[in-house]
């Protein structure tokens, strides 16, 4: 008997195509046949998470043992009709089948049987016996064909998906990297079992969901399915994140032009004779078509938490973020379009089962930009809808606040509306109020002291610093074309400064400038702000959850909501569970590690980012549970003295007076301040005005990108 090579064997699993799923569903016997039937289709994953389901609970081992059975059996019929070699029909077959199986391990070995319900002596049963039958396949194809090839073949292209995550720099790389190190030739499917059991029980975020720490989302479009299994409940994205996406993985394009000339040119033919004038349209279906198994993956958690968890953020085209009647719609468009694509996924993940009652609905929430004060109307119509949000470019108090508000009286009217609400977050980005700190307070510092010079002491020590800085030299010429102030805004520039109130070319700037004393001063002064800005976003987001969710002030939210949009305590309690401080861009484990909370709050993590958490939490003598409710742990004061030395950190710490005034109404009375960023103001404040531009600049970029694909494939 010969076989073809492991890269043979991937190049044509690979290549190979999932039949469409249509309705109706065609006619299965029981559950193991619509897992084979649904495997051996090109559905392994959908197979898979058809187990994860309540009632499953009684009957698991049962539908594994049938499963077992009767694929033992496929595996023979498969073997006899071989001849001199497999068929790449059969290689992908059986490697289909193998896919499924090993899916189902995760599924079983993750967290998915607590969110179904599944007790864990029966979840453990069955995860026994489909690694023994693995072992028996294994066996079998080294007695059949000499090596256990397609196993193999099938493993390592799990693998090395994940490891295309962020180019390689991510938790899910380097757990793939992991699992390879520790597979065996000898023992194939027994090492790999034993490797993922063993990486996802150390795993900090597994065990930070699973013992109640709280939640956590991943900003990033791939490696879902295993942060899923680690407790991975809320997935960010946009079409940049959407961009990034396709760069990771470049046979996404050659998939996106496949799927858009056999489906979208039929039934928007419009968009391939003039792409241009539909550019957003088209830019919209890119990011579904890369998204769509971001809403797959998450199908599991949404249903069996009834809209609670599993949730994908969607950010809308932020041309119209401004726009109130075109968000809204272009929000309803595309809960529409998702709609009728999950309510065929729901039929075939759900079949068989007598609940959920309802199909389709969307694991949506739309990214509404607080850049602008019509955010608070978006979210207000969205949430009246059933659609949930995300609200992002936020970094205030103001914001946030202002925006939970709003939903909270959109949720109200849903329900009374007998709609449930969907989960709604209120993100708060930490990180880049941050970098917007630095940035503003290392500018300020340099102009200051500069003003006080003549204009060749001031020349001379920019030219030094651009020099220390490493300014291209047709950089440097377009500099000395500017005024001061945009000079030293550019040299400022996180992407110039590095973010680095410390670097050693600016601290000698200030220090030739004489404004702040010795370079040891200088050290000591930077120092002191570099330390205190690093937790500027932290404080934002404890004082949001403070104001929010404690339980005194939660209590007080749920009278106002039952008292002022007449609903029930029940419903007003519903509409409180359903809303969470998300906070998001973090630069550093400790952006996660004190923002911990077992209620209303998830993080949401870069796939890099993952990383350095987990690389934190293996160091010696970290303690998980010292970070339990960190979110309300107090921090150094001295760090808050400095930051209110700050006016935009200012902005972003305090209340509005009228923010101020309804906050007392409701009986929260503690000095939140009243010099926070006014609605008006949102668009001009600093984080607000950086981000926007650039999420702008990326969009259009993406939407070229997609064009230039479209207009390839145009006849």
Same mark, same amino acid.
């Given at each position: 008997?010969?076989?073809?090579?492991?890269?043979?064997?991937?190049?044509?699993?690979?290549?190979?195509?999932?039949?469409?799923?249509?309705?109706?569903?065609?006619?299965?016997?029981?559950?193991?046949?619509?897992?084979?039937?649904?495997?051996?289709?090109? %559905?392994?994953?959908?197979?898979?998470?058809?187990?994860?389901?309540?009632?499953?609970?009684?009957?698991?081992?049962?539908?594994?043992?049938?499963?077992?059975?009767?694929?033992?059996?496929?595996?023979?019929?498969?073997?006899?009709?071989?001849?001199?070699?497999?068929?790449?029909?059969?290689?992908?077959?059986?490697?289909?089948?193998? &896919?499924?199986?090993?899916?189902?391990?995760?599924?079983?070995?993750?967290?998915?049987?607590?969110?179904?319900?599944?007790?864990?002596?029966?979840?453990?049963?069955?995860?026994?016996?489909?690694?023994?039958?693995?072992?028996?396949?294994?066996?079998?194809?080294?007695?059949?064909?000499?090596?256990?090839?397609?196993?193999?073949?099938?493993?390592?292209?799990?693998?090395?998906?994940?490891?295309?995550?962020?180019?390689?720099?991510?938790?899910?790389?380097?757990?793939?990297?992991?699992?390879?190190?520790?597979?065996?030739?000898?023992?194939?499917?027994?090492?790999?079992?034993?490797?993922?059991?063993?990486?996802?029980?150390?795993?900090?975020?597994?065990?930070?969901?699973?013992? @109640?720490?709280?939640?956590?989302?991943?900003?990033?479009?791939?490696?879902?399915?295993?942060?899923?299994?680690?407790?991975?409940?809320?997935?960010?994205?946009?079409?940049?994140?959407?961009?990034?996406?396709?760069?990771? &993985?470049?046979?996404?394009?050659?998939?996106?032009?496949?799927?858009?000339?056999?489906?979208?040119?039929?039934? %928007?033919?419009?968009?391939?004779?003039?792409?241009?004038?539909?550019?957003?349209?088209?830019?919209?279906?890119?990011?579904?078509?890369?998204?769509?198994?971001?809403?797959?993956?998450? +199908?599991?958690?949404?249903?069996?938490?009834?809209?609670?968890?599993?949730?994908?953020?969607?950010?809308?085209?932020?041309?119209?973020?401004?726009?109130?009647?075109?968000?809204?719609?272009?929000?309803?468009?595309?809960?529409?379009?998702?709609?009728?694509?999950?309510?065929?996924?729901?039929?075939?993940?759900?079949?068989?089962?007598?609940?959920?009652?309802?199909?389709?609905?969307?694991?949506?929430?739309?990214?509404?930009?607080?850049?602008?004060?019509?955010?608070?109307?978006?979210?207000?119509?969205?949430?009246?809808?059933?659609?949930?949000?995300?609200?992002?470019?936020?970094?205030?108090?103001?914001?946030?606040?202002?925006?939970?508000?709003?939903?909270?009286?959109?949720?109200?009217?849903?329900?009374?509306?007998?709609?449930?609400?969907?989960?709604?977050?209120?993100?708060?980005?930490?990180?880049?109020?941050?970098?917007?700190?630095?940035?503003?307070?290392?500018?300020?510092?340099?102009?200051?002291?500069?003003?006080?010079?003549?204009?060749?002491?001031?020349?001379?020590?920019?030219?030094?610093?651009?020099?220390?800085?490493?300014?291209?030299?047709?950089?440097?010429?377009?500099?000395?074309?500017?005024?001061?102030?945009?000079?030293?805004?550019?040299?400022?520039?996180?992407?110039?400064?590095?973010?680095?109130?410390?670097?050693?070319?600016?601290?000698?700037?200030?220090?030739?400038?004489?404004?702040?004393?010795?370079?040891?001063?200088?050290?000591?002064?930077?120092?002191?702000?570099? &330390?205190?800005?690093?937790?500027?976003?932290?404080?934002?987001?404890?004082?949001?959850?403070?104001?929010?969710?404690?339980?005194?002030?939660?209590?007080?939210?749920?009278?106002?909501?039952? +008292?002022?949009?007449?609903?029930?305590?029940?419903?007003?309690?519903?509409?409180?569970?359903?809303?969470?401080?998300?906070?998001?861009?973090?630069?550093?484990?400790?952006?996660?590690?004190?923002?911990?909370?077992? +209620?209303?709050?998830?993080?949401?993590?870069?796939?890099?980012?993952?990383?350095?958490?987990?690389?934190?939490?293996?160091?010696?003598?970290?303690?998980?549970?010292?970070?339990?409710?960190?979110?309300?742990?107090?921090?150094?004061?001295?760090?808050?003295?400095?930051?209110?030395?700050?006016?935009?950190?200012?902005?972003?710490?305090?209340?509005?007076?009228?923010?101020?005034?309804?906050?007392?109404?409701?009986?929260?009375?503690?000095?939140?301040?009243?010099? @926070?960023?006014?609605?008006?103001?949102?668009?001009?404040?600093?984080?607000?005005?950086?981000?926007?531009?650039?999420?702008?600049?990326?969009?259009?970029?993406?939407?070229?990108?997609?064009?230039?694909?479209?207009?390839?494939?145009?006849?």
């Amino acid at each position: 008997m010969t076989i073809a090579s492991l890269s043979h064997i991937s190049e044509a699993v690979l290549k190979s195509k999932p039949k469409p799923l249509t309705l109706p569903t065609p006619i299965y016997v029981d559950h193991a046949d619509c897992m084979i039937k649904l495997s051996l289709d090109g %559905h392994t994953k959908l197979a898979a998470d058809h187990i994860l389901h309540p009632e499953m609970g009684k009957i698991l081992n049962e539908v594994i043992g049938s499963l077992t059975r009767r694929i033992g059996f496929l595996f023979m019929e498969f073997n006899r009709g071989i001849g001199e070699y497999y068929s790449n029909d059969l290689i992908v077959s059986k490697s289909r089948i193998y &896919d499924m199986l090993l899916e189902v391990v995760w599924n079983l070995m993750g967290i998915e049987p607590k969110w179904a319900s599944i007790p864990e002596a029966v979840s453990n049963r069955a995860l026994r016996t489909i690694s023994e039958f693995l072992k028996t396949c294994e066996y079998e194809e080294r007695k059949i064909i000499g090596s256990p090839s397609i196993l193999k073949s099938t493993i390592m292209i799990q693998l090395e998906k994940a490891m295309l995550v962020n180019k390689g720099n991510s938790m899910v790389a380097w757990m793939a990297n992991e699992m390879s190190s520790r597979i065996r030739d000898d023992n194939i499917a027994g090492s790999y079992v034993n490797a993922v059991r063993e990486l996802i029980n150390k795993n900090f975020y597994y065990n930070a969901y699973k013992n @109640g720490l709280c939640k956590f989302g991943n900003d990033y479009a791939l490696g879902l399915r295993w942060l899923r299994h680690l407790g991975y409940v809320q997935v960010s994205t946009n079409p940049v994140l959407a961009s990034i996406a396709y760069n990771d &993985d470049p046979s996404l394009w050659e998939s996106f032009k496949e799927y858009f000339k056999e489906s979208v040119a039929n039934t %928007h033919p419009e968009w391939l004779r003039e792409p241009e004038k539909h550019a957003d349209d088209i830019a919209m279906e890119a990011t579904l078509f890369v998204l769509l198994e971001n809403f797959y993956v998450f +199908r599991v958690p949404f249903l069996l938490s009834n809209g609670h968890d599993g949730l994908v953020s969607y950010q809308l085209n932020p041309l119209i973020a401004d726009d109130v009647e075109k968000s809204v719609e272009a929000a309803r468009e595309f809960a529409r379009r998702l709609e009728n694509t999950l309510k065929i996924y729901d039929s075939y993940l759900l079949w068989g089962y007598n609940w959920p009652m309802e199909k389709g609905r969307p694991n949506l929430v739309i990214k509404v930009a607080a850049a602008y004060p019509s955010s608070i109307e978006i979210a207000r119509r969205l949430n009246e809808i059933g659609i949930g949000q995300n609200i992002t470019l936020s970094y205030t108090l103001t914001q946030e606040l202002l925006t939970g508000i709003a939903a909270m009286e959109g949720m109200s009217k849903a329900i009374k509306k007998g709609i449930l609400p969907t989960q709604t977050y209120l993100t708060n980005m930490g990180g880049r109020l941050e970098d917007h700190l630095k940035e503003y307070v290392a500018a300020n510092l340099l102009i200051k002291a500069l003003s006080k010079l003549s204009v060749k002491e001031t020349e001379e020590i920019l030219d030094k610093l651009a020099s220390g800085l490493n300014v291209k030299s047709e950089v440097f010429e377009e500099l000395k074309k500017k005024s001061l102030k945009e000079r030293v805004e550019m040299l400022t520039d996180r992407k110039i400064l590095g973010g680095n109130l410390l670097n050693d070319a600016y601290v000698e700037a200030l220090v030739s400038s004489r404004a702040y004393g010795s370079k040891q001063e200088v050290v000591n002064m930077l120092t002191s702000l570099n &330390d205190a800005i690093k937790l500027a976003g932290t404080f934002v987001a404890k004082r949001v959850y403070e104001i929010m969710f404690t339980p005194n002030n939660r209590q007080k939210w749920i009278d106002y909501i039952s +008292r002022e949009f007449g609903v029930s305590r029940d419903e007003a309690e519903t509409i409180m569970d359903r809303i969470d401080l998300l906070p998001a861009s973090k630069r550093k484990p400790a952006d996660t590690l004190l923002t911990l909370s077992s +209620r209303n709050l998830t993080n949401t993590e870069f796939p890099n980012h993952q990383l350095d958490v987990l690389r934190e939490s293996l160091k010696d003598g970290f303690e998980i549970e010292s970070f339990k409710e960190s979110i309300i742990q107090s921090l150094d004061k001295k760090y808050l003295e400095t930051l209110m030395s700050i006016e935009d950190f200012v902005k972003a710490y305090e209340a509005t007076p009228k923010l101020k005034e309804f906050l007392e109404k409701i009986g929260i009375k503690d000095d939140y301040g009243t010099r @926070g960023v006014e609605t008006v103001d949102w668009p001009n404040y600093g984080p607000c005005s950086k981000t926007l531009k650039e999420f702008t600049r990326a969009y259009l970029d993406f939407r070229e990108k997609v064009l230039s694909v479209v207009i390839e494939i145009k006849p």
